[in-house]
C-alpha cells in the first residue's frame, strides 16, 4: 500500500533534500551530466530551497509504502490543474505499478479539486519516463527550455493528462515523441 505523508517541518525538508540526492545521482547523470546534477541539488533540491517552497505553500510529501520512505513528490493545485513539479522514486521501487498508482492518487486530488488536467514537465532524454507517462495516458503539448542559472537549462517536453475531455478538439500543436 502506498501512501502519501505531508512534508511540513524543516525534519521533512532535510529527508526530501536526501531522497533528492539519492534518486536524481542514480538516475539524472547519464542524462544531464554530474556538474548539473550537483548545481540542481545545490539550487533546487536542498533542504533550505526545499524548506522555502513548503514555507509558500507548495505541497511536498514523502511517499511510504510497507513502512519505508521510497520516493517523494511535489504538486501545485492552479486555477483549472494540478501541476505535478516532482515525481520521484527510489531505483529499486521503479517499474512495480507504484508510479502508476501515484499517478492515479494523483488524478483523484485533481478532480476533487475541480481541476481539469494533470500537467508535469520531464526531460526531453528520459526516455523510461516519457513512456511511463505516455502508458499512463499523458500526451505532449509543448517543448520548452527553462533558464535556472548556473549556465544550465532544463530542456523539457510538456505533458498533459485531461480530466475533462474536451469533445471535438484535436491537438495540431502536439507531437509523437
Known amino acids: 500500500m502506498i501512501q502519501l505523508i505531508k512534508a511540513t517541518t524543516k525534519t521533512d525538508a532535510h529527508t526530501l533534500s536526501l531522497l533528492a540526492k539519492e534518486i536524481w545521482e542514480e538516475h539524472y547523470t547519464a542524462i544531464l ?30 511517499v511510504q509504502s510497507n513502512h519505508a520512505i521510497i520516493g517523494y513528490l511535489s504538486y501545485q493545485l492552479l486555477p483549472d490543474q494540478l501541476f505535478l513539479s516532482k515525481l520521484y522514486l527510489k531505483q529499486s521501487e521503479r517499474g512495480q505499478g507504484k508510479g502508476r498508482l501515484l499517478i492515479e492518487k494523483l488524478k483523484d486530488i485533481a478532480k476533487k479539486n475541480k481541476k481539469e ?29 527553462a533558464d535556472i542559472g548556473g549556465g544550465y537549462v532544463m530542456d523539457d517536453y510538456v505533458l498533459q493528462y485531461r480530466l475533462i475531455k474536451k469533445s471535438g478538439t484535436s491537438r495540431p500543436d502536439s507531437k509523437e515523441i
Open 117 to 145: 488536467q494533470l500537467v508535469l514537465t520531464v526531460n526531453k532524454y528520459n526516455m523510461n519516463t516519457i513512456a511511463a507517462y505516455k502508458k499512463f495516458g499523458f500526451e505532449l503539448v509543448k517543448e520548452q527550455v
Open 33 to 62: 551530466g554530474e556538474q548539473q546534477v550537483a548545481y540542481m541539488l545545490a539550487n533546487l533540491q536542498s533542504e533550505t530551497a526545499i524548506f522555502n517552497e513548503l514555507t509558500q505553500g507548495k505541497e511536498y510529501f514523502l
